[in-house]
């Protein structure tokens, strides 16, 4: 087992696929795929699970590549220390729902723990991709909510992908609207009172069931009703239609501004949002780093 091994294993976990991190590490994809098949038969796990379809990470391969990860940082802080190496470009990949707060922890931890080289990825994407994304190891977190509803359903395909849902807080249900919304100076709105106004919520894509949304009270309809795919857009939509989302009214002005603010919601449910990670797999220092940023960034 080498070093280089095992920085072959990292890159074509982060890319998902033998061609694309071939290039990246400027060999052929015949002679990367036969250093990781050696490597396999030498510590006698499969690392990546071949078929006509792609490669996918295995179990004991998400477990490899956590502590892989960690020799790897170990060696560059070596290579640092005594042989003046210049430091290697960290990576660190993180996959959420679309949370302001993931956002300004993301940018915390660039400002407190990024080196003059980095190479970082920060998706605000579907549900569904979420869960994919941590389950493969392109994203080492991934950060979403359950609650009574999506619950079962939502842990079941976690168990399923070897995944554990880490719990970070509890919010009780708000609706982001616009200061220049009438419904803006109540102490609390109700979902009778938001019917005129257009309902925004985030696309799900192929996988757009009620489980998969990321606004609770999924299942009710709406006779105005708008679908995105981003979090700018649904914002400017909130300020120039009047409309409103359901969200956990955790809201960050330093990124969005003072003209969207959070309500209460008249609601008996709760939502608890955390992170997900790889049950078998041991987290990066950045990724650790970026957990203790999220706590910062949404504590009181």
């Not at 490597?39 to 998400?62: H, P, V």
């Not at 003059?116 to 998706?123: I, Q």
């Amino acid at each position: 087992m080498t070093l280089q091994q095992l920085k072959y294993v990292i890159e074509v976990a982060k890319r998902g696929s033998m061609n694309e991190a071939a290039k990246r590490l400027f060999i052929s994809q015949p002679s990367l795929s036969n250093a990781i098949r050696d490597l396999e038969e030498e510590i006698g796990i499969i690392i990546f699970e071949r078929t006509n379809k792609g490669i996918t990470m295995s179990s004991e391969g998400a477990e490899f590549l956590g502590y892989a990860r960690q020799v790897i940082e170990q060696a560059e802080l070596l290579e640092g220390r005594y042989l003046n190496a210049k430091p290697a470009p960290q990576h660190f990949s993180v996959s959420t729902q679309h949370y302001a707060f993931a956002v300004n922890a993301f940018v915390n931890l660039v400002r407190e723990h990024g080196h003059d080289e980095y190479e970082l990825a920060l998706r605000e994407t579907k549900t569904h991709e979420i869960i994919q994304d941590v389950k493969s190891q392109r994203s080492e977190i991934g950060i979403l909510y359950l609650n009574e509803f999506n619950s079962k359903v939502m842990n079941r395909m976690l168990r399923d992908a070897n995944l554990k849902f880490n719990h970070l807080f509890t919010a009780e249900p708000h609706v982001f609207i616009s200061i220049y919304n009438p419904l803006a100076k109540q102490s609390v709105v109700t979902i009778d009172q938001l019917q005129d106004y257009p309902y925004l919520s985030f696309e799900q894509g192929e996988y757009n069931s009620f489980h998969f949304a990321e606004e609770i009270l999924s299942t009710l309809s709406h006779p105005k009703s708008i679908r995105v795919n981003d979090r700018a857009t649904l914002f400017n939509l909130l300020i120039g239609l009047n409309g409103y989302t359901i969200s956990t009214g955790v809201l960050s002005s330093d990124l969005n501004g003072n003209e969207i603010i959070p309500v209460p919601l008249e609601c008996e449910e709760s939502i608890h949002v955390g992170w997900i990670s790889h049950k078998e797999a041991a987290l990066s220092q950045l990724a650790q780093a970026y957990v203790e940023e999220l706590k910062r960034a949404i504590a009181p």
